[in-house]
């Protein structure tokens, strides 16, 4: 139950979408949450007509998060028209309430017919696991810490062009599958989104993101997303570039996401913040 009531997406009409949701403001529950997120999104607008899958591999921290809290780095792909909304999402997650502790948990989500349907790692049929060594929803022995960075999670979600299945690869492993029978109208993707996202209760103070810290500038200050790439309308891998893509935050003062770009480590995504007081969606 509570793995659908975390990956519900709430109705809200975002200016930057005009007349339909916006899969940034994914939240877990209805009035009583607050919400905060920051990430890039990329719209078929910027590249091409459809996403066939994407990749990104994501630095693992551990978050300080209490009980009611969430904090969360993932990345999504998803299926929205004015009828329907499909995603898939993998990442990593601190989410007390659904583990009964404080560590950082490797997690993959899913959700179609319009939330109607979808859960949280294996808490309802659904995901077709075809390696079994690595535990789907297990917790993270070491996160990235200042002596130890950084322990990194190689993520991507890609569609089997003949069967239309999507597929979860975890470290370059392929360890199973949706079938595309799942979903509403998901033989292809229109959203991508690599992201942070926090929740808490309304009235309460909001949990950091990532590693506590917004970016600043500096490869490595705050959690990342690197190797950011996507399957392409021609059914090709195509590497992200600053130019695609939105980068923004629900909440400047508490979050904050921006690209970063060097030699060595390519086009990155910083992400995070402290979280706090007043971190009420402010966009
Ligand atoms: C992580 O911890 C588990 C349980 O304590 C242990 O079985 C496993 O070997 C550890 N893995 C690593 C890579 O240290
Ligand atoms: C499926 O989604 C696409 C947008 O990606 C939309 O253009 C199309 O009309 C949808 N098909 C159905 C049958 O709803
Ligand atoms: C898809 O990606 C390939 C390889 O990066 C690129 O050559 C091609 O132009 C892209 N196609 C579209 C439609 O953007």
């Given amino acids: 139950m ?17 007349g339909t949701r916006d899969i940034l403001q994914e939240v877990s529950t209805g009035s009583e949450t607050i919400t905060n997120y920051a990430g890039a999104i990329l719209r078929p607008s ?12 994501v ?14 780095a993932s990345m999504f792909i998803a299926n929205q028209d004015s009828n329907n909304f499909d995603a898939i999402s993998v990442g990593w997650h601190v989410l007390p309430s659904l583990y009964q502790d404080s560590k950082t948990h490797l997690y993959i989500a899913w959700t179609s017919n319009n939330f109607e ?23 993270f022995n070491q996160t990235s810490t200042i002596d130890k960075f950084p322990v990194e999670l ?24 949706y079938p595309s029978s799942l979903f509403s109208n998901m033989t292809l993707a229109n959203q991508i989104v690599w992201i942070g996202k926090t929740t808490n209760p309304t009235n309460t103070p909001s ?30 891998q195509q590497s992200v570039t600053k130019d695609m893509g939105e980068v923004r935050s629900s909440n400047n003062q508490c979050y904050d996401a921006r690209y970063y770009e060097d030699g060595t480590n390519g086009l990155t995504l910083e992400f995070g913040g402290p979280g706090g007081n007043n971190c009420e969606n402010s966009s």
């Fill in 2 to 18: 509570i793995g659908i009531l975390v990956f519900l997406f709430c109705l809200v009409n975002s200016p930057l979408v005009h």
């Fill in 46 to 57: 910027m590249s091409g007509t459809a996403f066939y899958g994407v990749r990104g591999t």
């Fill in 59 to 72: 630095s693992v921290y551990n978050p300080k998060v209490d009980q009611e809290q969430m904090s969360v």
């Fill in 117 to 139: 349907k979808g859960c949280t790692n294996l808490q309802c049929p659904g995901f077709i696991q075809t390696d079994k060594s690595i535990i789907i929803g297990k917790s």
């Fill in 154 to 177: 190689s993520l991507a979600i890609l569609q089997d062009s003949s069967t239309k299945n999507w597929w979860i690869y975890i470290n370059e492993k392929k360890i199973g599958y």
């Fill in 207 to 236: 949990p950091p993101m990532g590693y506590g810290v917004k970016p600043n500038g500096v490869f490595g200050h705050a959690c990342h997303f690197k190797k950011l790439a996507f399957v392409n309308n021609s059914r090709m």
